[in-house]
């Protein structure tokens, strides 16, 4: 009888303990996004990756070297880079040009690895996420524009 008593009382004390919690939280402030409503004042996380980019200077020039590290990184082979061989002018040494860079927004899985191997700082993620588009032509993007 007594492992009876000390049983019913043992549940008792679970049970209120799971009461504590779920009465915490409904009282607590929600933070859910009212998202269409409020897509003007809406902001995303500093973290989140959205679309790659690639930043340009005032003068239209971006910091790529077309070394094609973030290529190499890319797992599934979302990153395309096209480079020609140029002449310095300065040195008379051939170094590598950046003619194209196609990221394939569709098949990137947002793992941050290409923004991790590039050594220059060249490309990042933004804050944007909306995708949608009606065919998938549409989601491979050229960044050095």
């Known amino acids: 009888m007594a492992n009876y008593i000390q049983g019913l009382f043992h549940g008792i004390r679970t049970l209120l303990t799971g009461l504590k919690v779920t009465g915490k939280e409904f009282v607590t402030p ?3 996004e009212q998202y269409p409503e409020n897509r003007a004042t809406l902001k ?3 973290r989140f990756c ?3 980019t690639m930043p ?5 020039k971006n910091k790529c ?3 094609g590290l973030c290529q190499a990184a890319c797992p599934n082979g979302t990153i395309k880079i096209t480079t020609e061989t140029v002449t310095d002018e300065e040195t008379g040494k051939p170094r ?7 990221y394939d927004l569709g098949a990137c ?3 941050h ?7 220059h700082d060249a490309i990042r993620f933004d804050t944007a996420f909306e995708h949608a588009v009606y065919t998938r032509d549409k989601l491979v993007k050229t960044l050095n524009k």
């Open 113 to 119: 690895l290409c923004v991790n191997a590039c050594p």
């Open 96 to 102: 590598r040009r950046l003619v194209k860079y196609e």
């Open 109 to 111: 899985m947002f793992c």
């Open 50 to 52: 959205g679309t790659l």
């Open 30 to 32: 929600k933070i859910t």
């Open 56 to 60: 340009h200077d005032a003068e239209g």
């Open 44 to 46: 995303m996380n500093e």
């Open 65 to 67: 070297v077309a070394c």
